[in-house]
């Protein structure tokens, strides 16, 4: 699944390619995403003029003098810029067509993915929410430890949630808890202010170095520009069960939490 970094790259490969630019049409091939996509959508896109790309957690948004699409990618889904007369896939579901000759194409083979559209985007109920950027400047130790006291359940679970901080996802959770030197069990609020001023500076630096990589690509991701991103060969956790460990050479461990695979060092990582 497309996680914060590959989100951001996403957004820095199409920006250039749609600010300043008008929608000319909106070409929806199949509605059948994640939720149906409105008829709202077209309505407010064609004809309008993007004025910037920006992100918000794992979301896209197109803002244009008319308002603004809300796009997430799912669990397959990517964004390319492509010749606008070029041949649809099979998975590609919808096009908008610009008055350069180029088109922003979505492709999503699994349909897990949404677009919609706001007057007010942060203020649409998936974005309302959320807690801080990891990157931005209200998130940091003190912020975490004060979130964190008399809560249960394990770190890993607790930096994953968005009402906490948005878009530290399984990938980016397991690697920044690993450079931080803490378990991926331990209890939250049991966690001390020291120790969690290191894992919002790993949050910070694992997700700076991944979106630098172009993301990360397991299976279907590709940035804006079609390439895939290449952080995986510096993932240090992180799918690499019974491989040494980089620091302490011991073999590196996998657990389920909540439904989602955990990578650590039982040496490293107390």
């Avoid at 996802?169 to 049991?190: H, M, V």
């Avoid at 690509?217 to 895939?228: M, P, R």
């Avoid at 995986?232 to 690499?240: G, K, N």
Wanted: hydrophobic share 35%; with cysteine.
């Amino acid at each position: 699944m497309p996680e914060l970094p590959e989100v951001e790259t996403s957004r820095r490969g199409i920006e250039p390619y749609l600010v300043g630019h008008k929608i000319d049409r909106t070409v929806i091939r199949d509605r059948r995403l994640r939720w149906p996509v409105e008829a709202v959508v077209d309505a407010g896109l064609t004809g309008s003029e993007v004025l910037s790309v920006d992100r918000r957690a794992k979301y896209l948004l197109i803002r244009t003098n008319k308002g603004t699409a809300i796009l997430h990618l799912g669990m397959s889904g990517s964004v390319r810029i492509v010749d606008r007369e070029s041949p649809a896939g099979v998975h590609d579901h919808f096009d908008l067509e610009l008055n350069s000759g180029l088109a922003l194409r979505y492709r999503d083979p699994r349909r897990f993915g949404s677009l919609h559209w706001s007057d007010d985007p942060l203020a649409h109920p998936l974005l309302r929410n959320l807690g801080p950027e990891p990157l931005g400047e209200e998130f940091d130790g003190e912020y975490l430890w004060r979130k964190s006291r008399k809560r249960k359940l394990g770190v890993k679970q607790f930096i994953m949630n968005a009402n906490i901080v948005v878009g530290v996802g399984n990938i980016y959770a397991s690697e920044a808890l690993f450079s931080a030197g803490i378990n991926p069990k331990r209890a939250a609020g049991r966690i001390a202010l020291p120790r969690y001023r290191r894992l919002a500076d790993s949050i910070r630096d694992v997700l700076s170095r991944a979106i630098k990589a172009g993301g990360t690509t397991l299976q279907d991701f590709v940035g804006g520009d079609g390439e895939a991103g290449y952080f995986r060969q510096q993932l240090d956790v992180y799918d690499r069960e019974g491989l040494p460990c980089r620091n302490c050479r011991k073999p590196i461990t996998s657990i389920v939490q909540g439904q989602r695979a955990t990578y650590y060092c039982t040496t490293c990582q107390t």
